[in-house]
């Protein structure tokens, strides 16, 4: 098995805010993989004492121990008691009712040798390559849902959308949001590898129309996974003014990519 980690925060001055590993048992057989992409607050109280990255960094590795500890324990209930425990940590200092807490989107993977997991939650992507070659993209869609117009307002996502029935679910300290996950079980012997990106890496594709999602993994296949990220760091700069390529709220953002040859 050949695993591949970049991740790259997109301002070098701010901390990175997305997360991601790749667990492997000890007895060698299987393993996960999770991609956490911290939700940034705006300007204003959050009710939390912690910064995002303090969040992801603890849910990003309550969830790599639960994964491959718990082999049996599905991805949506692994999930549950990850958030459970990260609330835990912070719930006499901070107020996790306030809808701006530290969260998160949630993207993970887990292998046997008999099977391919999958949990998606918000707007990070998985792609599962057969192993035929085609390339399938797992994303949960919600968010793309709304209206563009609206989703250029965190005010009004946050009210309106953001963990409401009819909108969109990130990971924040409920763990009930566990049950809302895109979920799927896949056969193991029909897939080569799995591909997570958080929405900075996926541009490539979503934002910057540069190829579809067979043409990404190609990249990251042939060239790394650090080539995907310098692209679109470089279409990015090309293009500072947000003009060419609407729909995006930073002219750069943290970009993670992991990708895993079973």
Sequence with gaps: MRTELVSEPGDPDRPNEDFAAVGLPASGQGGSLVVLDGV??????TGC???VPWYT????GALTELTVSLP???LSDALSRAITR???AHTRTCDLSHPR???ATVTLARWTPDTVEYLLLADSALLVESTDGTVTPYLDERLSLIPRAERASDA???ARFRNREGGFYTAAADPSVASRAVTGTLPRAGVRSLTALTDGAARWVEKFGEGDWARCLDVVRKEGARALVERVRALEDADRERRAYLGRSKTHDDATV???EL
Aim: charged share 10%; proline share 14%; aromatic share 4%.
């Design 40 to 45: 940034t607050p705006p300007v204003g109280g």
């Design 49 to 51: 004492l912690h910064s």
């Design 57 to 60: 960094a603890r849910l990003g």
């Design 72 to 74: 049996d324990v599905p």
């Design 86 to 88: 990260t609330a835990a």
């Design 101 to 103: 807490t530290p969260q």
């Design 156 to 158: 009004v996502v946050d």
């Design 258 to 260: 992991v990708f895993a």
